[in-house]
């Protein structure tokens, strides 16, 4: 088994119990420690503490390290998101490689108090209320039961040592910090059990949310599955309770192979009302993440997975190629409008021309405009959606963008009199639901 372990308290606890557990019976645990490298020296120091503390029991370690600073502005994270993502997704890759079926992590019972108070406080639904799991997947947290309190008193009793994270104690530090450090001494001061009294709810929502989805999987099971496609009766949800529909359409999303991820309240609402009375009879289309489209014909809810345009592909001049939504072909000075895309690096070569979906972050400076603006700005500017945005085909040039259907031509790739390519782009029908 894999314990995961930063040195503190809690998970050095945790590593002592497990150990122990495992010597009696013959059973083996593998310390794993990840460093976020956001606390300098202080971090170091806690990686060696960790280091000598595995060695004096004679524990196997698996060290791992992340810039979680770095990954979290370049993916647009808060610094604990990023961390968090960054620290499982090592422990995932430390347990597969050390061949541990396990990984256990030392969340106790007031790190389940905050982590509900957190979500009502951030907003969420009754999912978001149950809690931590004790078991997802791979993934244990044996010690939801107990209080941070008792972790204490075991360690005072059986001597094991820990190091502090200096930042623990700062409530501005993190969101919860300032939850732990000055919320919840509050609600204690109400009722001194009132982490205890969290949890227990938080149990008892978990058995409401559980029977909800045993409902919402039982109603959804004879929903017919096409390859990339989910098609359920609408009378299916007519029939269902308010609390099971939007259930039933995460489990739709689920039997496409979509996943749940990034699937609001704000999108649920919108398919539901494609299925409401009002709406029946006209063919409404909803763009949904995870490139899912849906619609509602003939009383049955349609999800469907649009086709996904290539990463990169290159044009060969004169056939045409399938890309996504469309057909592109490289023609050789046609009359009419182009781009000026021979503009070489060496004389005598012709670039190289592909097409790609473009990243919204992607830059293009149009005629007439004060310089360059992102392509997401842009498709904001006429009304394009993200979704419709990533079906678009972008050229590029030996890798540089040149142009954006529907957007237009970057200056240093307009026509200037000499030779220049052009490229030809129909619209399929399918894409147009003909």
Known sequence: MLCAVSGGLDSMCLLFMLDSWCKDRGGQVIAAHFNHQLRGAEADRDEAFVREACARRRVPLTAGRGDVRSFAEREGL??????????YAFLHRAAETEGCERIYTAHHADDNAETVLLNLVRGTGLRGLTGMDWRRGPLFRPLLEVSREELAEYAARWDIPHVEDETNANPDAASRNFLRLRVMPLLKE???RAAEHICQTA??????????EEDAAARTDHAERQKGRVILSVDALDHAPDAVRPRMLLRLFDLLGAGRKDIGAVHLNAILDLTRPAARGKEGRLSLP???????CRRQLILELRPQAPAEVRLTPG??????????TLLERPDGEGISLDRPER????????A???PAGERLTLSGSRGARSV??????RHISPEERDRLPAIYANGKLAAVWRLGVDVEFLPEGNAVRFIKIERNREADGS
């Open 376 to 381: 997401k700005r842009l498709c904001l500017d």
């Open 203 to 212: 149990g008892q929502l978990r058995t409401v949310d559980s029977s909800l």
């Open 319 to 328: 056939e045409p190629l399938r890309w996504g939504d469309y057909t592109l």
């Open 190 to 192: 109400l009722n001194p």
């Open 290 to 296: 995870h490139g899912v489209t849906a619609r509602c």
């Open 78 to 87: 808060s610094l604990e998101e990023a961390a968090r993502t960054l620290r």
């Open 347 to 354: 004389p005598g070569e012709s670039p190289v021309i592909t």
């Open 356 to 358: 790609a979906p473009c």
